[in-house]
């Protein structure tokens, strides 16, 4: 196999592992699409097996092909880690880590995390890229991240992985700056589930958690016509509109500074489900990425302490 692979061999199947066509994965291993089936065409000749099979326009992987374009990935991804760890050092650094980040990590774990790093270790590269929980595994099991943050929600165990809990922020009601309930010392559930709300996206955790608020009320809001799980544009939204929304505390506090939103004097929620970080259980994390994952331990223990002095200062409550 070692003789009869070629670079832009695995290139293309790396493409492939990605993009939902041929074509697609042609142009991002900048090849013509003849050329792309050529290439699949004596792989498959060198190797004595049919890697892929047509379903009308569309090529499908046989079993052969699926466990080629997921090795062909992992590959692709440590060579491309490999190039920015060596980049790094030419350029007087002492190594890189790409880190996928869901984006209910991005407002405050993330940045207190590469805050500490920078820090301790100045020297060290980081690369960032946001993405849903799905994408971000994906890049990771194809290489193209050493590590991930955010809620995992992959419906059960998966030995493949190793997960390490940060921690569970609760979640606040907040409102937009101009909203009538803005500047209201006391409030209620019954004065806010009279509103008109901005829902988390079905099957997401949020939404979990705020139909298990709407289950303990035994009400319902009367109106929830955007369901959304995008924080700007929600943000936005409520700025243009008299909407309630819930948020993380840890991302309330972060608007809330800025002016964008309002945290409503209402008990906090539980927190649907803890951020964690995640990595692959057969490969080994550098040491770069090590002194990250430090980082990130040490931002969650910070963000819990900030939590647990505002309780003790007394959060705003509200009545029954």
Known sequence: ?????????????????????????????HLSQPAASKLLNTLAAD?????????????????????????????????????GELEAIEAGLVGSISVGAGVGSCYALVPRALEHLLESAPNISVRVREGTISELIGGLRGGRFDLIVGRLDIGGP???????????????????PHHPLARTSTLSWSDVI??????????????GGVEALFARVRRRPSRTLIESSSIQTNVGLMGQRDLLWVLSADIAGYFAKLGAVRILPLPRLPGPSPLVLVYLQDRGLSPAS?????????????LRSAKNESAARGSPRGRS
């Open 158 to 176: 998966d030995p493949t992985l190793a997960i390490e809990e940060l921690y569970n922020p609760a979640m606040n009601v907040v409102c937009g």
């Open 194 to 207: 009279e509103q008109e709300w901005i829902l988390p996206e079905a099957g997401t955790p949020m939404r």
């Open 47 to 83: 190797l004595g097996l049919a890697l892929f099979e047509r379903a009308g326009r569309t090529l499908r992987p046989t079993a052969a092909g699926r466990a080629l374009l997921r090795r062909a990935s992992t590959l692709i991804g440590d060579l491309d880690r490999a190039q």
């Open 290 to 302: 090590l002194r990250l994952v430090d980082g990130l331990k040490q931002a969650a223990r910070d």
């Open 1 to 29: 196999m070692r003789k009869r692979l070629r670079m832009r061999q695995l290139e293309l199947l790396a493409a492939l592992d990605r993009a939902p066509t041929l074509s697609a994965a042609a142009r991002e291993a």
